[in-house]
């Protein structure tokens, strides 16, 4: 079958630096996505990584290992307005496969 | 100006009746889908179109059905709906075999979906 694993829920501190992690078992395997979703919301695109290493955009990284079938998401300088579900989503040739999301709570 | 719309964004109906959520965008892209989100579960895919002539089934497609009028235009049925089917339904497009080289998912707002 076809999975991802992430946390359900992790909680940070604003300021602070916080991981999400992804590892993932899925047939076929083009890249990972990260994707935001504010509660009421649409999920919006964070990151891609199709090759292993970190990508930078901004306060937001994101990480690949194939070889290991993982990835994070990596969010820096923590704002109250970061506070959202976050999702991974391997891209399987015609359709995005989906983790059932963390929920990152931020604390003052 | 929203790129992706849907309506309506929230509907009550009864079981047994015909529902059909509207998804409209003005992104130009051929690539359209439709999920349904619960609780827990994250996003799970209903149909995709690729164009107006290629229609597929996702995971969850029974009990579903529908229709791409146009490029912008993709319809999802409840031919009749049951109360599991309530759930929160998001329509996105991709411009993945386009422009992009990756399956970047552009999603309208929404519609909450509740069946009695």
């Known amino acids: 079958g076809q999975s991802l694993e992430q946390p359900s829920e992790v909680t940070a501190v604003e300021g602070a630096i916080v991981q999400i992690n992804c590892t993932y078992q899925?047939?076929?395997?083009?890249?990972l996505s990260w994707y935001q979703q504010h509660d009421g919301g649409a999920p919006t695109f964070l990151s891609y990584?199709?090759l292993d290493g970190l990508e930078e955009t901004g306060r937001f990284s994101s990480f690949l290992s194939r070889s290991d079938s993982y990835g994070y998401l990596l969010l820096q300088e923590l704002q109250m307005k970061d506070s959202a579900s976050y999702f991974c989503?391997?891209?399987?040739?015609?359709?995005?496969?989906w983790g059932a999301g963390t929920k990152l709570i931020i604390k003052p | 100006d929203a790129d992706v719309t849907q309506t309506p964004r929230n509907r009550i109906t009864k079981t047994g009746k015909r529902i059909m959520l509207e998804c409209s965008q003005t992104?130009?892209?051929?690539?359209m889908y439709w999920y349904r989100q619960d609780p827990g579960l994250g996003l799970r895919l209903i149909y995709y179109?690729?164009?107006?002539?290629?229609?597929n089934k996702g995971e969850i497609s029974d009990g579903y059905s529908v229709s791409r009028q146009a490029q912008a235009k993709f319809s999802l049925s409840l031919e009749s709906a049951i109360p599991n089917q309530t759930a929160l339904y998001f329509c996105?497009?991709?411009?993945?075999?386009?422009?992009?080289?990756?399956?970047?998912?552009?999603f309208g707002p929404g519609t909450r979906l509740t069946v009695l």
């Open positions: 996105a497009t991709s411009d993945f075999g386009g422009k992009k080289s990756y399956n970047e998912q552009f």
């Open positions: 992104k130009g892209h051929d690539r």
């Open positions: 179109s690729f164009d107006v002539k290629d229609i």
């Open positions: 899925t047939s076929g395997f083009y890249g």
């Open positions: 990584n199709a």
């Open positions: 989503a391997v891209e399987d040739n015609y359709q995005l496969i």
